[in-house]
């Protein structure tokens, strides 16, 4: 058999127990395994003098040992183990907890690698639970120790030595699905070489080629299927609507249209009713509206619907959460509801008898408009005339949903509204597959969110503004970049956030606030204040409850994490607080801000950040002094690479991307590798359209294995 398809089992200290570990993390083959990439690396090789050492962070250091180890029992069982070390420039106390048999391993005069933090404990400088590795001259220890993520209760460790096990031939076996014309023309090294250092990277260098190697891979394979798509929609079986004017709605909107949701509509129009001049088919509307968050993109759904409406179809409104879908079928069926047209809400707490008329109604026609959650595309549902389905996902890449419905009626129009502004340059790549709408300019009258940026110094004032922010009546969101106290030890993602933007551990990090303990503390500070957490991992129903409660002014403080992203309207907010604002994307923390500022109070956001880095507070600068949505986007491609647009630095909202993953992407802070991926992708679809050289199989093969993984399509 095959070395790379041979089953974990065939190798040395994986039994059925590991093997079922490694199960739970995908791994059935040799071939899986190398395919496991750390999370993160221990720069061990950059050893540090006690004397020159930061405290409080991870550092490696060569030490000595000096004393004996005494180990003491203290409270609770544990033992504590202690011993003298130095280097040349001096000495440090060496603790150990719950670890006795450190006394066989430190001998005085033995010398060690260390790594982990030192800190002074009155006055007394210690190094506490370190990783060690003996230090013997000649023999050089390796300067990147790879993080394996703990999942299955595998240890690092465990995965790290069945990796050293299997990385060299494995990798030789590799075969590269990159056409080796491609690979040479943008620099990158072989699909083996890749492997291998990302393992166990030589240095910094062959570390850095690995990663791009690997990210222009997922890049090219995203390219490569959007690239397909947009080829094969030109299928020419869309529904025609007919002509209509669209006046009745705009006599009852309080305003006008601004220009840029005019010609949003015109676009729509003519996708559904125009066609090509002179074409008798037309093809199903496959569109994108982008517009920052309170552009007004809602009344362009409005519109299109309408016009389905008007020539007989019906249209669907989906959109991911509860509290959303009826904010919106609260405010479409208002305006419908004058119209004559009858709107229907089916979200997950509809109750089962509402649910069966509401499907009738909507399999004889008698509902016209649907608003949903995906309870529309998880139901029965059958439409009578299915016309156009909008998805509001507030998220880029939402690739997946839209497609479910879209199954169900091919030539029905399809309208995604975004309101992630994608910089020029990306919009073209990105949503290479979509024609785009954008709206630019906001609707007159907006108000300013006063943006501050302050540091932890400011903690006591900033709860001080919470108290007087509540005090006034308004509403506070609190966001945090995790939902609980993050031991990295323990953290049990493959590739979480945190190791993303630093493979190489915390060093410069400020620690992680997390929803959890945050609201636990803040309420201990404010018990007259009423304060709820949310965040991902709750049910769907409590996320909603109190999303609802919040929205209905039944709590002050919403500490969550940036699961209260997707689209929430809660006028009364006036202040949004990101903790750790150095986590998020730039584009992230606008939307974040555009959640408030949108009644009639004042409104600020504060953007909490502890790390001073120059390019750290290059970026919130940005946020103080930019509100438009583009320049911000523009700045943030500039500051930080493509890659963040891939990211979403949450868990929580980390949406499905059509299959697609992008754990090296996220990293990719070059955008030349991020074009040459594109054009090269281009470039395979227009020379060889359904994948059928044999230079391009193993692409092929790739590309299908994520559109099965992925249900029936991609689109
Ligand atoms: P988003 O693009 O974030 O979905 P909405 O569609 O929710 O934004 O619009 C935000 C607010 O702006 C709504 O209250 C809407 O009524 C209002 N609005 C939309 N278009 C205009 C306009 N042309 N002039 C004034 N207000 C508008
Ligand atoms: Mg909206």
Redesign the pocket.
């Known amino acids: 058999m095959n070395y790379l398809e041979s089953p974990v089992e065939s190798l040395k200290g994986v039994g059925p127990t590991r093997a079922r570990q490694l199960e739970r993390l995908g791994i059935k083959t040799i071939r899986d395994l190398v395919y496991l990439f750390p999370r993160a690396y221990e720069k061990r090789g950059d050893v540090r003098s006690l004397s020159n050492a930061p405290l409080d962070m991870p550092v490696a250091t060569l030490l000595t040992v000096a004393s004996t180890v005494k180990s003491v029992r203290i409270k609770n069982r544990m033992t504590v183990s202690k011993f003298r070390a130095f280097d040349e420039s001096g000495s440090v106390e060496v603790v150990f907890f719950n670890a006795p048999y450190v006394k066989d391993v430190f001998t005085v005069g033995a010398t060690f690698r260390f790594y982990g933090r030192l800190s002074y404990s009155k006055k007394l400088l210690q190094l506490t639970n370190p990783k060690y590795e003996p230090y013997i001259e000649l023999k050089p220890l390796p300067d990147f120790i790879p993080i394996y993520p703990l999942t299955g209760g595998l240890s690092s460790k465990v995965i790290d030595t069945l990796m050293k096990a299997v990385i060299d031939e494995a990798s030789s076996l590799l075969p590269d699905p990159l056409p080796e014309q491609i690979r040479l023309e943008n620099s990158l090294p072989t699909i083996g070489y890749a492997i291998r250092n990302a393992h166990f990277p030589q240095d910094e260098e062959s570390l850095s080629k690995s990663l791009s190697r690997l990210a222009f891979d997922e890049m090219l394979l995203f390219g490569l299927g959007i690239s397909l798509q947009a080829r094969n929609r030109n299928s020419g079986d869309g529904i025609r609507f007919s002509p209509c004017s669209l006046k009745p709605v705009l006599d009852l909107l309080p305003?006008?249209?601004?220009d840029d949701?005019k010609s949003a509509v015109n676009d729509i129009y003519r996708d559904t009713v125009l066609g090509k001049s002179g074409e008798p088919n037309i093809n199903p509307m496959t569109r994108i509206l982008v517009?920052?968050?309170?552009?007004?993109?809602?009344?362009c759904a409005i519109l299109a619907m309408y016009i389905a409406v008007c020539s007989g179809h019906q249209a669907a409104l989906m959109v991911p959460t509860e509290i959303l879908a009826t904010q919106h079928y609260s405010e479409v069926s208002s305006l419908f509801g004058k119209l004559g047209i009858k709107v229907e809400l089916l979200i997950g707490s509809t109750t089962a008898k509402e649910k069966k008329r509401i499907l009738a109604d909507i399999e004889s026609g008698e509902a016209q408009v649907v608003i949903g959650t995906h309870a529309l595309i998880t139901g029965k549902l059958e439409f009578k005339s299915l016309g156009l389905i909008i998805t509001?996902e507030q998220h880029r890449f939402g690739v997946n949903q839209r497609g479910v419905l879209k199954e169900k009626c091919k030539s029905a129009h399809m309208l995604v509204?975004s309101?992630t502004p994608i910089p020029r340059t990306l919009a073209l790549t990105l949503y290479g597959d979509l024609d785009i709408s954008r709206?630019v300019t906001m609707?007159?009258?907006r108000m300013r969110v006063d943006t501050y940026t302050v540091d932890e110094s400011y903690r006591k004032r900033l709860d001080d503004f919470i108290r007087k922010q509540v005090l006034l009546g308004g509403q506070c969101y609190i966001v945090c970049p995790a939902i609980e106290v993050a031991d990295d030890e323990k953290d049990g993602d493959v590739f979480s956030p945190t190791a993303i933007s630093a493979p190489f551990g915390d060093n410069t990090r400020p620690p992680l606030k997390s929803a959890v303990e945050y609201s636990a503390e803040l309420q201990a500070r404010m018990p007259d204040i009423r304060i709820a957490c949310l965040h991902g991992k709750m049910k769907p129903g409590e996320k909603d409850a109190i999303m609802q409660a919040f929205s209905q002014k039944e709590l002050d403080v919403l500490v969550s994490t940036t699961v209260i992203e997707v689209?929430i309207?809660v006028p009364n907010a006036s202040l949004m607080i990101v903790e750790n604002a150095e986590r998020f994307g730039l584009s992230q923390l606008h939307q974040l801000r555009g959640r408030v500022g949108r009644g009639s109070r004042r409104s600020y956001c504060v953007l909490v950040s502890d790390m001073k880095t120059e390019q750290a507070m290059a970026r919130l600068e940005v946020m103080r002094t930019t509100y438009d949505g583009y320049e911000i986007a523009e700045k943030d491609l500039a500051l930080r690479g493509p890659g963040d647009f891939f990211s979403t630095n949450s868990h929580d909202n980390f949406r499905q991307s059509g299959g697609f993953e992008f754990k090296f992407a996220k990293l990719c802070d070059n955008s030349e590798l991020f074009s040459a991926a594109f054009s090269a992708a281009r470039g395979i679809v227009a020379s060889d359209p359904e994948l059928t050289r044999p230079e391009h199989a193993l692409l092929k093969k790739e590309l299908d294995d994520i559109i099965n993984r992925n249900g029936s399509s991609i689109s």
């Open positions: 305003y006008d249209l601004t949701q517009g920052d968050v309170g552009s007004g993109k809602t009344v509001d509204m309101a709206i609707p007159k009258g689209g309207n």
